[in-house]
T-cell receptor, first 112, second 119 residues
Framework: EDQVTQSPEALRLQEGESSSLNCSYT??????LFWYRQDPGKGPEFLFT???AGEEKEKERLKATLTKKESFLHITAPKPEDSATYLC?????????????FGKGTLLTVNP | GAVVSQHPSWVICKSGTSVKIECRSL??????MFWYRQFPKQSLMLMAT?????????EQGVEKDKFLINHASLTLSTLTVTSAHPEDSSFYIC???????????????FGPGTRLTVT
């Protein structure tokens, strides 16, 4: 069974204070690892897909990296509007096609 | 692009009644749509996978007779919660697979969610 563990559960940063969120996963074979952002009372917003170890993707202040066991979401010089819950999900080869297994998320709060 | 809508955004119903939630992909065709539920401070739990023109595939522990899913077209899937009870109160979110290649690994785009409260 695919498993995703995200840490920390919650993270408070000052504006401009860079940090990283961790997503550890176990899958029988990885099709893709996905990062989403979720604001309170809203559906998740797609950020990145990573397919293979060593891959990196960037979008504004966010950069996602992938190894064979974990993924990091690096946040550089965050702003208050980056405050949200960040969700990591994996899609494995085993089991149902297309199924995403989500972690519990990291609640990021960026103070001005 | 890749916008998914849900209707209604929130609904309050009485115990024993049924509620229908619509999920639409607005600017693309989605052969596969998904239904999730999310409890407060918890992650998304997949309920079922919906394929256009065929029966939905339900996850273990999800009652298919209670949560009826219909995927009538490439842009519309509906979830009907039948004989709702207070324990069905939750945040229901749909997603649609943007599958340009037809391969797994294409990202899912999520709707804004529907807050269901059963009194």
């Amino acid at each position: 069974e695919d498993q995703v563990t995200q840490s920390p559960e919650a993270l408070r940063l000052q504006e401009g204070e860079s940090s990283s969120l961790n997503c550890s996963y176990t899958v029988s074979g990885l099709r893709g690892l996905f990062w989403y952002r979720q604001d309170p009372g809203k559906g998740p917003e797609f950020l990145f897909t990573l397919y293979s170890a060593g891959e990196e993707k960037e979008k504004e202040r966010l950069k996602a990296t992938l190894t064979k066991k974990e993924s990091f979401l690096h946040i550089t010089a965050p702003k208050p509007e980056d405050s949200a819950t960040y969700l990591c999900a994996v899609q494995g080869i085993g089991g149902s096609n297309y199924k995403l297994t989500f972690g519990k998320g990291t609640l990021l709060t960026v103070n001005p | 692009g890749a916008v998914v809508s849900q209707h209604p955004s929130w609904v309050i119903c009485k115990s024993g009644t049924s509620v229908k939630i619509e999920c639409r992909s607005l600017d693309f065709q989605a052969t596969t749509m998904f239904w999730y539920r999310q409890f407060p401070k918890q992650s998304l739990m997949l309920m079922a996978t919906s394929n256009e023109g065929s029966k939905a595939t339900y996850e273990q522990g999800v009652e298919k007779d209670k949560f009826l899913i219909n995927h009538a077209s490439l842009t519309l899937s509906t979830l009907t919660v039948t004989s709702a009870h207070p324990e069905d109160s939750s945040f229901y979110i749909c997603s649609a697979q943007l599958s340009l290649s037809g391969l797994a690994g294409d990202e899912q785009y999520f709707g804004p969610g529907t807050r269901l409260t059963v009194t």
